[in-house]
């Protein structure tokens, strides 16, 4: 885990952290990785401040990386 980040494999373990995500002096490549073959790909992100103020948005991607669906809020 770095930064309290990793990919979430689907038996529910936690497999290697996430590419793009800075590990003492080094820097890792960012790069979308596409799901197995008959899988889509959920990507989520969230922020939140101290006024109680929060945003978050997904996108579903398919295996080639067409948007299926997207939302933000």
Known sequence: ??????????EGKTRSPLPGISTGNQKLEIRWQTP?????????DASFIST???GS???LRDLVG???A???M
């Open 1 to 10: 885990m770095v930064k309290g980040k990793g990919v979430i494999s689907s």
């Open 70 to 72: 997207y939302a933000c």
């Open 66 to 68: 067409n948007i299926i």
């Open 36 to 44: 197995d073959s008959g899988w889509v790909k959920l990507n989520t």
């Open 52 to 54: 109680n103020d929060a």
């Open 57 to 59: 948005s997904i996108v």
